[in-house]
């Protein structure tokens, strides 16, 4: 089909040179925001008389039908038409005529693009905080099961202190909590406007840009031309956002491949949420778990990609922005996918309150709280820290834990030792007795359930 920017060329564009230079197979999913778009800015043209009312009828009846042609499948993109932006209107200007021809008055595809990806990040970032919000109150319904489920907590992978299966559902709770903020950042960067900043330097023409962002639903109105047409900062705000919630899906992912495998053996997927192998009968894999975790480098990829392909570009517009497309299309549908499929996952595990309880009663995770029980009875803790330290190579030399060890041979480490000291061994003690605040203690987890309901609700 011949070019809307024809004029000024004698020979048709090479056919490599078409398909490299296109976008639409990728833009097309702009369609709905390319065409609310024009709407609006025909009305306003209209409004403003830059052009006929009657005009600007017929432009956004067409642009309606097209609308519909494209929702029932009936719209057949051309990719010598290079993008969403020329294939609407060259196909407006074919069904009604010179109004079309009208539409792309006081306009560049430099601000038609800018506008859509903006209104395009504003519907994702919305859907994406529903499911995100999902997800967290997912993450507090199984803390909420699990407020008594004792487990070993690990620092550098090796047991460290007992908690609880909540209180570890509640730090990923608080890092979504934090996604979640950012994400309303995202969003608040991409409530401006950039409409009418034409190709570069604004228009001749009495636009009305405010009249178009009310009209869209924008909060303001990029105050300078250039730099509307040029930013990209909202989509690194986005894929920075993404990066980071991915990172905490990912340190989830981990989690839960290292717990449902045989060596844990803490949680079980359902079988809805695993995969077996081709080869091995015995396999029940943690797939979900994986791809999350390797989805998560292209995620950062892309931010990486992006910020790459912004940092050369003189001002204003470069056909290198066209970049900045696929890899934020692709970060949203990873997002998505993600929430989705981890909320029913983490709803349909089985955690194994057993395998928990039994890997918390056999290990040295107790220790710091023999050292505190020898503080309460007087000794600095730098001591209390080297006696305990003593016990335990004991014990390990006896091939024992700590509650097995008598008080008399506890003796021989300090006389302060008693018989209450198995009390303080008990892990449900050691949880119980971590009161301080954003511990680990059924009554600390309570208030965060609280909080939690709190922030929920308000969202
Ligand atoms: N497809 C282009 C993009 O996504 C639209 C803007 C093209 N502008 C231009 N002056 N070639 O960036």
Redesign the pocket.
């Known amino acids: 089909m011949a070019k809307l920017w024809g004029g000024r060329f004698s020979k048709n564009t090479n056919e490599l040179v078409d398909a490299f230079n296109a ?1 639409i197979d990728f ?1 097309k999913r702009l369609y709905h925001e390319d065409i609310r778009g024009s709407i609006a800015h025909a009305g306003m043209l209209a409004k403003c008389g830059i052009i006929p009312a009657e005009d600007g009828e017929k432009i956004i009846a067409g642009l309606k039908d097209i609308l519909a042609d494209i929702e029932a499948g009936n719209f057949h993109f051309d990719v010598t038409l ?2 969403i ?1 020329m294939n609407v209107e060259a196909r407006l200007t074919e069904r009604i005529g010179s109004a079309g021809a009208r539409l792309h008055t006081a306009r560049s ?2 601000d038609q ?1 800018a506008l859509d990806m903006h209104m395009y990040m504003k519907r994702e970032v919305a859907e994406i905080a529903e499911l995100l919000l999902k997800f967290e109150e997912a993450l507090l319904t199984v803390a909420k099961k699990h407020e008594k489920t004792l487990m070993p907590g690990y620092t550098h992978l090796q047991r460290a202190q007992p908690i609880t299966f909540a209180h570890h559902m509640l730090a990923y709770f608080n890092m979504l909590q934090r996604d979640f903020r950012r994400l309303l950042g995202v969003w608040e960067g991409a409530d401006m406007m950039p409409l009418g900043a034409g190709a570069i330097a604004g228009t001749t023409f009495p636009i009305d840009r405010f009249m178009v962002a009310e009209e869209l639903n924008f909060g303001t109105v990029y105050p300078n031309s250039m730099d509307a047409v040029s930013d990209r900062d909202y989509i690194i705000e986005f894929l920075s956002f993404a990066s980071t919630l991915m990172m905490h899906m990912s340190r989830l992912s981990e989690e839960i491949c290292l717990w449902s495998s045989t060596e844990f053996g803490f949680v079980e997927l359902d079988d809805a949420f695993a995969t077996g192998s081709s080869m091995m009968p015995q396999k029940k894999n943690p797939d979900i778990s994986e791809l999350v975790r390797g989805k998560t480098g292209r995620v950062y990829g892309h931010l990486m990609a992006m910020l790459t392909t912004a940092k050369g570009l003189p001002l204003t ?1 470069n ?1 290198d ?2 970049e900045d ?1 696929e890899g934020f299309f692709d970060a949203i549908d990873t997002v998505k996918f993600t929430l989705a499929v981890y909320r029913d996952m983490i709803l349909t595990m089985t955690v194994n309150v057993d395998k928990m309880a039994q890997a918390v009663s056999k290990d040295f995770s107790n220790a710091t709280d023999l050292a505190d029980y020898l503080v309460r009875k007087g000794l600095p803790f730098r001591q209390a820290h080297e006696v305990v330290g003593k016990c335990v190579a004991y014990a390990i030399h006896q091939g024992k834990f700590l509650p097995e060890i008598s008080l008399e041979e506890y003796k021989q480490f300090s006389d302060l030792f008693e018989s209450d000291l198995l009390v303080a061994l008990k892990p449900e003690h050691c949880v119980e007795a971590r009161k301080s605040y954003g511990g680990p203690a059924f009554s600390e987890n309570e208030k965060q359930f609280a909080i939690g309901d709190k922030v929920l609700a308000v969202q």
């Open positions: 976008s833009d290079e993008d932006h595809r430099n693009v517009y056909k922005l066209q497309k």
